[in-house]
Nanobody, 123 residues
Framework: QVQLVESGGGLVQTGGSLRLSCAAS????????MGWFRQVPGKGRAFVAG????????DYTDSVKERFTISRDNAKNTVYLQMNNLKPEDTGRYYC????????????????WGQGTQVTVSS
C-alpha cells in the first residue's frame, strides 16, 4: 500500500513558478513509476508528466515540455514537479500517482492516487 500526499500548490501570476511535492509512505516507493495528472472542473484527469522508478524515463505531455520538470528522490520517498513559465491553461488540480509501470501510469490507470493540490495561474 502506498499513500500519497501532495503539497506546493497555490496562486501564481502568469510567468511564475511553483514546485509541487508528493510525499509517499510505504517501503515500495522506489519500485513504482510516479506521475502527475491535472484535472479541471467538468473534465477528467489528464496526464502531465511521468518518471520511471529509477529516475529516468521522463515523459511529458506536449503542452508542458520545456517548462515542467519531474524528478524524484527515492531516499526521501518524494516526487517533485517543477513548473516554470506558468500559463493560465496550467490551472487545475494536480494529482500525484504511483503505478507499477509507466504504461499504466500514462494510460491513466495508476495503482494509487493522492488527494491533489490546486494550482491557479492568473492572467
Amino acid at each position: 500500500q502506498v499513500q500519497l500526499v501532495e503539497s506546493g500548490g497555490g496562486l501564481v501570476q502568469t510567468g511564475g513558478s511553483l514546485r509541487l511535492s508528493c510525499a509517499a509512505s510505504g517501503r515500495a516507493f522506489s519500485t513504482y513509476a510516479m506521475g502527475w495528472f491535472r484535472q479541471v472542473p467538468g473534465k477528467g484527469r489528464a496526464f502531465v508528466a511521468g518518471i520511471r522508478w529509477d529516475g529516468g524515463g521522463f515523459d511529458y505531455t506536449d503542452s508542458v515540455k520545456e517548462r515542467f520538470t519531474i524528478s524524484r528522490d527515492n531516499a526521501k520517498n518524494t516526487v517533485y514537479l517543477q513548473m516554470n513559465n506558468l500559463k493560465p491553461e496550467d490551472t487545475g488540480r494536480y494529482y500525484c500517482c504511483a503505478g507499477i509501470d509507466q504504461f499504466r501510469l500514462r494510460t491513466g490507470r495508476p495503482d494509487y492516487w493522492g488527494q491533489g493540490t490546486q494550482v491557479t495561474v492568473s492572467s
